[in-house]
């Protein structure tokens, strides 16, 4: 049994970009989209990192120039340098002996060095607060420090 099948024409494929008798992917077409290379113009992050750019550079110099007056003239107190330079005046009770302030700041220092060996600070300060002696409070950060 021969099935009654109408003979179908050729497909011919038209070409959407030029209207030739291919298809629009392919690469010989005339109108085929190349790919542009990338413009070197401004583009939006370009221009606000411009924008940025001038700021940081006038606050670098800024700290530069403190840091040029602060390290010429002081002496060397165990401290990093600072950042600004703040022109408060304090009450009279509130000043603080440059000397004392630099052993303040190098005893805190030997604090982290000694609190960075505890384990569990979290666990280590709630049983420190449950106590008022401060011979029993070094007890017990001793103990978490030897991992006791």
Sequence with gaps: MKLNVPEQEE?????ANCGGPHTASY???PNFPKIKKVSTEK???SVLKERKQPST????TLNQEIQSHTTSEATDTGLPPSQELANIPLPAEFQIN?????????????????LAKVPNVKQT????????????????????????
Excluded: V, W
């Design 27 to 29: 690469r010989g077409c």
């Design 98 to 114: 440059e000397e004392e302030l630099a052993h303040l700041f190098r005893f805190l220092k030997q604090m982290q060095l000694i």
């Design 125 to 148: 300060l709630a049983e420190m607060e449950k106590t008022e002696d401060p011979y029993n409070k070094i007890f017990i950060l001793s103990e978490k420090m030897n991992g006791t």
């Design 57 to 60: 550079t006038t606050m670098k």
């Design 11 to 15: 497909f011919t494929p038209k070409c």
């Design 43 to 45: 583009t939006f992050a």
